[in-house]
Every structure is written in C-alpha cells, then in structure tokens.
C-alpha cells in the first residue's frame, strides 16, 4: 500500500504519533510519503519511507504566506508522481481542509483518492472551536472518508461540539516499546543524582494548558520531605516564565532544564517519576512513553488521562490545580522503595496494551476498509 502522511513536525503529540506509525507502516512493507514543511524530528531513514518538503513562496503581497495551498499543491503533485492508494491527515487544521482541496482537483484530472482524518486534540478542543476555523474543520472532517480520535474522551468532546456526520473510530495512541523501555544506565542517573536522591520528570511544549508551573509548585513540596531532582524536559511559550519562578527559589540547584531532547526514552530510563499536571491531555502521549519505561505518572484527572493512567496502579491522578494532593500522592510512590518498584513494575505491564504491535494492524484494518468501499463506489 502506498501511503501519504499529512502532519506538523514537531514534537507534540500528533506529529510524534503521525512519525511513529509512518516507520511502523513502512517496517511492515508499505511506501510511506510524508507530506510536511520540515523533516519530522522522529522520522529515521528507511527504504520504504519518503519525505516530501512543503515550500511556502514569500510574496510582498501577503502577510502571511498561505501554507494550505502550498501544501495542497503538494500533495497534488506527491499522489500524481507516486500513485498513492490513500491520504491519512493528522491535525485537523488545515490538513484535513487541504486534503479535500487536492481531492477535488485530481477529481477534475480524473483521478480520486480517499482521506483519513485523525483528530489529537487542541485541533479540537481549542483551535478547532474558534469560529474563524470552525465551519471549515466541521466541513473537511465530515468529507473525510474516514475520521479516527486517540481516545474516547477526545471523541466525545469532538461530538459534543461539532456536528460531525459520520462515525469516529478511536485508535488510541501506541508506543513503540522496542525503543520505550527500561534500560541500565545507573552511570547516567549517578551523574545527576549522586547521593541517590529521587528524580522527577516532566516532558511538554511547556504551553499554558500544560501548566509547568505546578511540576514545580509540587516539586517544592516533594523536595521539602526527600532529597530529589526535577528534570524539565522541552521547550515552549512558557518556559522562561516558569525558569525565572524557579530562580527564587531555594531548590532552583536541583531543577534542570533540559530543552528538546531526541532521546527522551534514555532519560526517562533514569526516572522515577513522571509528571503531568496538564489542564487538558485528548491522551497523554508523554505519559504513556514514560509507563513503557517503568516509570509511574502523577497526573491530573482531564481530559483521556483516565484512559490511560490507572489510580493507584500505574500512578496516582489529581484534580487540575491541586498541587498538595499530587505532592502527597507523589510521596507515597517515592518513599519506599518496594512501593515504586510496585508501581514501576505494574506501569510496564499497562504500557504493552499500547504497544505498536497491538495497534499498527488497527491502522491497517482502517485502510483496507476505506480502500475497499472507495473502490465499490467509483467501479
């Protein structure tokens, strides 16, 4: 099967997941095109993969430059040179719209070609509600010929506020236990812990809805009870606001902030525990990479976090904002060492349900299907 991947290059979610299915697509035989402006952080080489730049022309005339119908433009030009059997656009905004656009103009060439559309999160629960882009991601998720949510949350959420037509199949986001996993590097942890303290994590884009702040709020309050370390992994809006916060505080030396790191699953290897205290997670990706790695996860109660983070098994989940009960709650996994070997051993065991293997062929079910009744109706 030859397929085209639409998605944002970046480190959040969507284009993570978009990367990782593309690699264990092509791993498993089939020519994966990715259609992007940049080369995906997490996108390795292999025989079957193929990377497709999206050029935005600058012009005196505009003062934004219209990336949709660049990258309409290429897909039209991607599918016409590589005879894609189907489109699978991650993000709704503007994929999904660029998406129908290309279809419609190969239809007047005589050519067809279906679309996927997986919805993530933001691109619904927050930009998609704006009515600046509202209609048209109503428009172009309804003419996909197939609509997926990375989780039964997500999925409520897009049906509550949008008057989807069709059916949303929720394919939950996976992770790729081969490379998330735990691994030795007790040399590495010695370096940033010496006299053994505890180290915590938390990995974002540090924007608001991720709420940093309290990571540190709550760490300030684990630190008072047991020596630990705060590892703050990513970058964003957010994170010279919250880097000038800790500046004031007493535990500034034991916070790092580590900026973008390729090789998250190496420093989580070193973790003890995870934190997420985000205002909304459609999933909580970064989370589940974490469990992959034996590392238990704090989180908030929003959004598909209960989808994923099982209470008082593979971590403990808290109401948005209430940093004492997460600090009460990370202390109990810390403070013993049989109790975190527990709850490691339990979020190991929780990450296999989504582990690439079980989820690729869902993917795979999904293509067929959508191949099959696209070519029912044009024969």
């Known amino acids: 099967m030859k397929i085209g991947i639409v998605c944002y290059p970046t480190f959040g979610g ?47 005339l505009f ?17 016409n040179n590589h ?6 656009v991650h993000y709704a905004i503007p ?4 998406a129908y656009f290309a279809r419609q103009i190969l239809r007047k060439a005589g050519k067809d070609i279906p679309y996927i559309t ?3 999160g933001t691109d619904i ?26 989780s039964n949350n997500l999925r409520e959420e897009t049906f509550s506020h949008f008057k989807i037509e069709k059916e949303i199949v929720v394919i939950p986001n996976f992770v790729d236990t081969d490379r998330f996993q735990h691994s030795n590097k007790e040399h590495f942890k010695k370096m940033l812990a010496p006299n053994g303290e505890r180290i915590l994590a938390h990995v974002s884009n540090f924007r608001k809805v991720k709420r940093a702040e309290d990571v540190v709020k709550m760490f300030e309050k684990v630190h008072a009870q047991m020596p630990s ?17 800790c500046r004031t505080l007493t535990q500034c030396n034991d ?46 109660n929003a959004g598909g976090l209960p989808e994923i983070n099982v209470q008082g098994v593979t971590g403990y989940m808290s109401n948005v904002g209430d940093v004492d009960d997460m600090a009460e709650k990370a202390l109990h996994i810390l403070s013993s060492d049989d109790t975190l070997k527990t709850f490691k051993t339990a979020a190991i065991k929780h990450a296999e349900k989504y582990s690439r293997q079980r989820i690729i062929p869902l993917y795979e079910q999904l293509y067929d299907n959508v191949l099959a009744n696209y070519r029912a109706e044009v024969s």
């Open 125 to 150: 629960t927050l930009v998609g509600k704006d009515q600046t882009y509202a209609p048209v991601v109503t428009f172009s998720i309804n003419e996909s010929d197939a609509i997926t949510a990375v």
């Open 95 to 98: 994929h999904a719209s660029a």
């Open 255 to 300: 916070i790092r902030f580590l900026g973008k790191q390729e090789q998250v699953d190496e420093i989580l290897s070193i973790t003890d525990l995870f934190i997420l205290p985000s205002q909304y997670e459609s999933f909580g990706l970064s989370a589940l990479e974490a469990m992959a790695c034996g590392v238990p996860v704090i989180s908030t």
């Open 229 to 245: 370390k705060l590892l703050m992994i990513g970058d964003g809006p957010e994170r010279q606001n919250i880097e000038e916060y």
């Open 83 to 88: 005879h894609l059997d189907l489109l699978h």
């Open 63 to 79: 003062d934004f430059p219209p990336y949709e119908t660049a990258l309409t433009s290429t897909m039209v030009n991607v599918i």
């Open 14 to 60: 969507s284009g993570v997941l978009a990367t990782e299915l593309g690699m264990a697509l092509s791993a498993k035989g089939h020519e994966v095109h990715f259609i992007t402006y940049q080369q995906p952080v997490r996108l390795n080489f292999h025989p079957n993969i193929y990377y497709h730049e999206v050029t935005v022309p600058t012009y005196p």
């Open 118 to 120: 997986t919805l993530h």
